[in-house]
């Protein structure tokens, strides 16, 4: 215990000399009390040792005299006995101070603060009627007033009126023995000493009170009062200004006019509130003071001393109110609004008191008053507490110390003084897992040092992600936990989080964290989005030992890779199943594998979830997104397989197929297969009966358009149904035949004869040898080659070859019977349209059987000879032009003739 007083007294002593003040408080009949503030000094009750009467700092003083002092909030307060102070000027000297329950009454340790009593005296004792005309004019001999600085003598001094009924002379003394006086208090008092005719006398003094100074002095105010000088070891009396001279505000100045020594009378005791000692009863006739008077001093033209009386402030009109801001930390100034409407505006000082937690009694000097309100501050030394503090508003003083004071408990207000969080542990850490797109962040806050309690996290997002923000988070055994809104996480990628501060929830007092020190960095990853149309497909066929193909769509889920949950029910099930599935325009497509798909019949998917490689997933209402399909069977070609095309097989017609499979159920198959050789195609054949293991198909004429030799190949058989296949080794099942050329049928459509002959069928002329003859195109009857031609009929002509194949179209011929002319044309257009191609000699053949002509170009060379000319020279159309031609009637009697053709294209 001893070590630990020991200490505390190191700890004071070192800031005392730079850290106190001492101040007077306040004066009673009795003794002056005094506030001592230090701001080190720990709260609780202390002693001081105090030398007092000094009248230099160089010496001692009196002896020592050790005082309890209790400190509160760095100030306590202490009285010093009147006894103990003389009439000079004084010293105050704290000599050291200790723990009130310290073994020892007073410590170590010293500090110096220096008071000017009120008093001020005669250096020498002037007589009364050697020195009446002189006495004020001394500037040793002043005349101060109660609450009036007592720094000078004879100054200006400015007082409020509601006082000025109160300032009177505080003293006035003079004595043949130097110093001597008595200490006042509340009533202006004068000592009256020395050797004027004697002692224990009374004295009559004539006040004045001036406007203007000297000759131009007017007399606004005079009175009189008795001093009483009966006792003779420390004569005292005091006077009024009485109210009635109702003085207003202005520059006034006051001396005493005249001091008059009265008869010796008895003084009726009278009450101690002035301070003075009850006076001795000299005799029992008190009455007509003012006829008894003896010698005076007349104090003409002395020394006036100016006073200033300024106006009280005016009571506040309204209702005055006090606010203290808040939050309010440790630490920190309380920043006081005050509203005091009716008040000028103006420039104040506002004295007031803290009680709770924080105890003091400040005045805040300097505070502007504008349209009823001002603010000042309460320092943070005074409000060295956390907890409830409570202000009052004592009073309001301006520059000339008038003051407007309020009554206890008006103007109050209760206030809280918090604490800032502690944040200076060794671990201060956020961490904030990946999150999904639309969902909350979850963050994890650590802080070693932090109390447990409810907070403020202040934070930060920057990257992909941005903005101030903050949440409020219990913390416990340093941890808390909070979620970041998913609103203000709504762009995908990184984004970093920064806590910035720490706040008290209850009083937002904050402590902040240097930047950069407590981030982490997540990402906000995509969530898949299936708010648009969902659907699933099997594709089928889907047959056993085959793998399922399934189409997923979903046309509000963005491109990416993602995993997708499936449920398999029906014949086959399989439940919990995943995948990777690649989605591109919401599109995607996967797998079933054939090994859960093991039995034939009906079988569901459904979709259960879907998510992305981040595990950001969303659930599928049930029984939302699904498919039915079938697992069929595949068709069974173990036994005998073998095919036939019917022959002959003639061009342009079908060709008959017979497909044997001995094993192959009774049902409806499709047959792939393909055509090889003169045709070639991959062809099938769909729904082919098949019964006691053989079915039959045609191969379709517009697959075999070409002649020749033609293979088929059997590759799948497939049930109609279920599109289940199998597939036929390749070459294994094959037929090889021929397609038959069709006869190709040409002549003259339009065929001419003359009225003299009598012509049948078989007068007409194609290029085929087997011809069958129609009276129309769709008659199944044919015509005698006998039958009499007819003028304007038309004959239809079919050609055959001996295995049956016919022409593909019959053969339309015009048959024209008329009166027969010859003619040898001029011309012809070898153009193939079908008219006037070949250049025939009109009736040649009726008039000149044997006839020939031979044509040439008009070089002279021989083109061609015969019966007709085609227009061309070795297979190619000869230009446009003028020909020659020499007709030969080979008849013996009719020479030769030329003729010109025109070739015309």
């Not at 006040?207 to 009966?230: E, K, M, P, Q």
């Not at 019966?867 to 061309?872: A, C």
Request: aromatic content about 12%; some cysteine.
């Amino acid at each position: 215990m001893k070590k630990f007083i020991f200490f505390l007294f190191m700890l004071f002593s070192i800031n005392y000399l730079s850290s106190q003040t001492i101040s007077e408080v306040s004066r009673t009949c009795t003794s002056i009390n005094f506030r001592y503030n230090h701001s080190t000094v720990p709260n609780g009750n202390w002693r001081i040792l105090v030398n007092s009467n000094i009248h230099d700092t160089s010496n001692s003083g009196v002896s020592a005299v050790c005082y309890p002092i209790s400190f509160s909030g760095g100030i306590g307060l202490f009285s010093v006995p009147l006894n103990n102070i003389t009439q000079y000027d004084n010293t105050l000297r704290i000599a050291s101070a200790t723990v009130y329950n310290s073994s020892s009454a007073c410590g170590v340790g010293s500090v110096h603060s220096t008071f000017i009593n009120d008093f001020f005296f005669f250096n020498n004792d002037p007589q009364p009627n050697t020195f009446a005309q002189d006495l004020m004019f001394m500037p040793e001999y002043p005349v101060n007033y109660t609450k009036i600085s007592t720094g000078g003598f004879g100054g200006t001094y400015t007082i409020c009126q509601k006082d000025f009924k109160e300032i009177f002379l505080d003293r006035f003394s003079y004595s043949s023995s130097g110093y001597n006086g008595t200490y006042g208090t509340s009533l202006f008092q004068y000592n009256i000493h020395g050797n004027i005719n004697g002692t224990n006398k009374l004295y009559q003094a004539t006040i004045g009170i001036y406007s203007g100074y000297g000759a131009t002095a007017t007399l606004v105010y005079s009175f009189t009062d008795i001093v009483d000088n009966t006792n003779s070891s420390n004569p005292v009396d005091g006077f009024d200004i009485p109210t009635s001279a109702n003085i207003p505000p202005g520059d006034y100045f006051i001396a005493i006019m005249a001091f008059n020594e009265l008869d010796y009378y008895t003084l009726s005791p009278v009450t101690n509130q002035d301070c003075r000692s009850n006076s001795t009863a000299l005799g029992t006739n008190y009455a007509g003071l003012s006829n008894n008077l003896g010698y005076s001093i007349v104090l003409e033209g002395s020394t006036f001393n100016r006073v200033i009386v300024v106006a009280d402030i005016d009571a506040p009109t309204g209702t005055p109110s006090v606010l203290v801001s808040e939050p309010l930390c440790l630490g920190n100034d309380g920043i006081v609004t005050l509203d005091v409407s009716g008040i000028s505006d103006g420039t104040y000082d506002i004295a007031y008191t803290l009680t709770g937690v924080n105890t003091s009694s400040q005045v805040a000097t300097g505070v502007v008053i504008s349209s009823g309100t001002g603010t000042f501050s309460i320092p943070s030394t005074v409000l060295s507490n956390s907890g409830n503090t409570i202000i009052e508003i004592n009073s309001i003083i301006n520059p000339a110390n008038c003051s407007y004071d309020f009554s206890t408990g008006e103007l109050t207000d209760s206030f809280i003084v918090g604490f800032s969080p502690d944040i200076l542990g060794t671990t201060n850490t956020i961490d904030v897992l990946n999150i999904c797109q639309g969902n909350n962040g979850n963050a994890t806050f650590n802080s070693s040092s932090l109390t447990d309690g409810n907070y403020i996290i202040n934070y930060t997002l920057t990257g992909n992600n941005t903005g101030n923000f903050s949440v409020n988070v219990v913390v416990s055994s340093g941890t808390g936990t909070f979620s970041i809104p998913s609103a203000v996480l709504s762009n995908l990628g990184t984004t970093t989080i920064e806590i910035t501060s720490v706040s008290d929830e209850f009083n937002s007092c904050t402590s902040s964290y240097t930047s950069g020190n407590v981030t982490d960095s997540f990402n906000v990853n995509y969530f898949p989005n299936i708010s648009g149309t969902n659907n699933v497909l099997v594709s089928e066929p889907l047959c056993l030992g085959s793998d399922g193909t399934v189409t997923f769509n979903s046309s509000t889920l963005a491109n990416g890779n993602y995993i997708i949950d499936y449920n398999i029910t029906g014949t086959n099930n399989s439940l919990g199943n995943s995948i990777n599935v690649v989605i591109s325009s919401g599109t995607g497509m996967f797998s079933i594998p054939s090994v859960m798909l093991s039995n034939s019949g009906l079988t569901n998917i459904e979709i259960l979830t879907i998510s992305t490689p981040e595990f950001c997933f969303t659930n599928f209402s049930s029984g939302s997104v699904t498919d039915s399909f079938t697992v069929g069977t595949l068709p069974n070609l173990s036994g005998t397989n073998n095919v036939v095309v019917s022959e002959p097989l003639c061009l342009g017609t079908n060709g008959a197929v017979t497909f044997n499979s001995s094993t192959l159920a009774n049902g409806n198959y499709n047959i792939a297969y393909t055509l090889t050789g003169a045709n070639a195609s991959n062809q099938v054949a769909n729904s082919v009966v098949f019964n006691s293991g053989t079915g039959t198909f045609s191969i379709p004429s517009a697959v075999l358009s070409n002649s020749g030799a033609t293979t088929i190949s059997i590759n799948t058989v497939s049930s109609s149904s279920t599109s289940c296949a199998t597939v036929v080794s390749s070459g294994n099942v094959t037929d090889s035949f021929t397609v038959e050329m069709l006869p190709n049928l040409e002549g003259e459509l339009t065929q001419i004869f003359c009225h003299t002959e009598i012509v049948t069928i078989a007068d007409l002329v194609l290029n085929y040898q087997f011809i069958n003859w129609y009276d129309s195109v769709n008659s199944t009857i044919s015509l005698p080659i006998t039958t009499i031609l007819e003028n304007g009929v038309s004959y239809f002509a079919e050609a055959y070859n001996a295995n049956g194949c016919t022409s593909s179209e019959r053969l339309e011929i015009n048959v024209v019977i008329q009166r027969c002319d010859f003619l040898i044309p001029d011309g012809f257009s070898p153009n193939n349209d079908g008219v006037n191609d070949i250049y025939n000699i009109v009736n040649g053949n009726i008039y000149y059987p044997n006839y020939s002509i031979e044509v040439y170009d008009r070089y002279g060379s021989k083109i061609t000879q015969g019966k007709n000319w085609d227009g061309k020279l070795n297979g190619n159309i000869l230009p446009a032009g003028i020909y020659y031609l020499i007709m030969y009637y080979n008849d013996a009697t009719k020479e030769p003739t030329q003729h010109f053709i025109f070739l015309n294209k």
